[in-house]
């Protein structure tokens, strides 16, 4: 089970399984250029307080497994992480910026973002019987005079 997190005025456990791919899917993230972005993706993540469970840079995607606190939005930290990523490439690749296919961006528009926690199951449950469940304590912390 997933640890939960404190801060000021939430607890929280917001984990997330994100994968994204270079622009046309190419082949390309591998060597040097799979070291800046797996290095600036554990910068960028440490930066914003998003805690990585994994990552993986693949040839042709990334897969990251993360926990992100409520303050930050997927879209913003996907935002962040692509931009900043392809411009350390460009900067650190200038040989990237002359493909005429690249055209300033490196990865593709899209990502995919899939939400990862406790049991489907027990939380309709739960739900279903908070309110029995809060009138028997209720009942039983009357009976004891504790209110």
């Not at 939960?4 to 591998?30: D, G, M």
């Not at 993706?41 to 805690?51: G, M």
């Not at 931009?83 to 990502?111: C, D, E, Q, V």
């Amino acid at each position: 089970m997933a640890k939960w997190k404190k801060l000021a005025h939430v607890v929280y456990q917001c984990s997330y399984h994100i994968v994204w791919t270079p622009k046309y899917r190419y082949r390309i993230l591998e060597g040097e250029i799979a070291k800046i972005v797996e290095e600036k993706i554990r910068a960028i993540c440490e930066w914003k307080d998003v805690e990585i469970l994994e990552v993986n840079v693949m040839k042709d995607h990334v897969h990251m497994v993360v926990s992100i606190p409520p303050r930050v939005s997927i879209s913003e930290l996907m935002g962040i992480l692509k931009g900043k990523t392809a411009i350390a490439l460009f900067k650190g690749k200038r040989k990237l910026k002359k493909k005429p296919y690249w055209g300033n961006h490196f990865w593709s528009r899209g990502y995919c973002v899939t939400t990862r926690g406790m049991d489907e199951e027990k939380i309709r449950r739960y739900v279903k019987y908070q309110e029995e469940n809060e009138r028997i304590e209720e009942n039983n912390s009357k009976e004891y005079g504790l209110f």
